[in-house]
């Protein structure tokens, strides 16, 4: 397997993570070739420098590739991989840039031998998607998670990870299983969450004007990812179902033990619990 | 009653918010007094030039203000209204620094007719509290409630708006009720979501050592306002229990109902419940 720099990279979904990707890779590999079934986004990624060559054929598209990363959503990751690996160069590592890693994973075991497939998860995003939000730098200091398969050859994990560091990432082994639980509560729950809290919102205090005067930057921080685009997070849910049902099990719970600690006025108790939360989130981000 | 600048103002409490508004009126008026029951606090304020005069005695603090304002937890405000009344000078205007205001006003309603009430609340805050993190910009562009009491004099009022003017903020005037069912909802809500959010990623993923490295925006943003002080976040909880528990019981059947969307695989419906909520963020912060 050739090294990155004398490799072809092709990236499949020019929006947000991929046309970022691009930007990080630029003058990291032999050259970029954007794909997007969308003319638009081709050529604004190509008006943005973020690529040697765009195209919206798919064959032209992975035609002499070394490495196909899927920067689309979940599911349409999982459609492209009916479709995708007859038409892959030999010994071309495929990977992708999706948020769920199980069924993305399983759908890759049944790829063609002559493709190395690697899963993929880069802990960064925006609110805003879309090749206009591009960013070189979105990659940069956050884990980019990889989960090899059986059948993943050494030489291919190295040049996942290879491809990881060069876009300023820290590459992290991990099991899809593993990662999807660790996701969907360090994620998909916040996610949830902030939904629930903006349609709280938006059913009772929003009918007051003076609301909007007085939201304040802990309404802010707790529900920015809410503004997050609907099709990966309906693609992500969709495909996490399991793991999301869990965490917000225990996490209805944990509200519901801090609402009764309210109602019953169990003063210790609750300052037990508020005390014992802010410990833990100073351990998390000190 | 006196214009500002020619006005003692003395802050009861030099916390982070205490500390924070000596700062911001520092020139603004004719002197500042800090008063704080532990010497310390009172040595560091004076250290940082914030005061004119630091005490730890009651009665010399607030000999001869124009005004006073509590700066301290909401339960610590209500216990001084109890004996700071007759203290007072004819004409002082009472301001308080509260997150809640029903209790504090109906206490405030108590006062000896010499004194002139006005509850407050700046929509500010940080998590580290304390001296050590006053801001003399933490009001700056910041909504600051006002809640009169019908005894509040037209010149009183304005000597409060004058004042939150003074640090930069934007005076807004709400009745006590209506302040507590909006920040009920707006902020007291979302700090017990990041509390129970952190609550969970305790009792389930921190047993992985992984989740440290993935952790992303997500969650750090969604619980931020969870490492906020105890005692204070303590008092507003107790202080505002009916309708926390109201905005509580909208948010946790909006919950629900997202569950359920995702379980029953109700794509339609989930689209439209995330796509609102999307919107509705966005109109909120454009």
Redesign the interface.
């Known amino acids: 397997m050739k090294e990155l720099h004398r490799t072809q990279v092709t990236i499949v979904g020019l929006g947000l993570m991929g046309g970022s990707l691009a930007g990080a890779l630029r003058g990291r590999c032999r050259s970029i070739v954007g794909l997007d079934r969308r003319p638009e986004a081709v050529e604004e990624a190509l008006a943005r420098g973020l690529l040697d060559r765009g195209t919206t054929d798919m064959e032209a598209a992975v035609h002499q590739a070394g490495i196909v990363v899927l920067a689309t959503p979940v599911r349409t990751i999982l459609r492209l991989l009916d479709t995708l690996g007859p038409l892959l160069p030999a010994d071309c590592l495929l990977m992708d840039l999706g948020s769920t890693k199980r069924e993305i994973v399983a759908k890759m075991a049944q790829l063609p031998d002559h493709v190395q497939p690697l899963g993929g998860h880069p802990?960064?995003?925006k609110e805003r998607s879309g090749i206009e939000a591009a960013d070189p730098e979105l990659y940069r200091g956050?884990?980019f998670?990889l989960s090899p398969l059986p059948r993943t050859s050494t030489q291919a994990l190295s040049l996942g990870r290879t491809l990881t560091r060069a876009v300023g990432s820290?590459p992290?082994v991990?099991e899809a299983e593993?990662?999807d639980?660790?996701?969907g509560?360090?994620?998909h729950?916040?996610?949830?969450?902030?939904?629930?809290?903006?349609?709280?919102?938006?059913?009772?205090?929003?009918k007051?004007p003076?609301?909007?005067?007085?939201?304040?930057?802990?309404?802010?921080?707790?529900?920015?990812?809410?503004?997050?685009n609907?099709t990966m997070?309906?693609d992500i849910?969709?495909t996490n179902?399991e793991q999301?049902?869990k965490?917000?099990a225990?996490?209805?719970k944990?509200?519901?033990d801090?609402?009764q600690l309210?109602?019953s006025?169990d003063?210790a108790g609750?300052?037990a619990?508020?005390?014992?939360?802010?410990a833990?989130?100073?351990e998390?981000?000190p």
Request: glycine share 6%.
């Open positions: 802990m960064c995003g956050r884990t998670i820290i992290l991990l593993r990662q639980f660790l996701a509560t360090v994620s729950l916040p996610y949830l969450l902030a939904c629930a809290l903006v349609s709280t919102a938006d059913a009772t205090t929003s007051d003076a609301v909007w005067e007085i939201v304040a930057g802990g309404f802010r921080d707790t529900s920015r990812v809410s503004a997050g609907v997070w309906m849910l969709m179902r999301v049902r965490a917000v225990v996490y209805q944990k509200l519901s801090l609402v309210i109602a006025e003063e609750l300052q619990f508020l005390g014992d939360v802010r833990k989130r100073l998390m981000f």
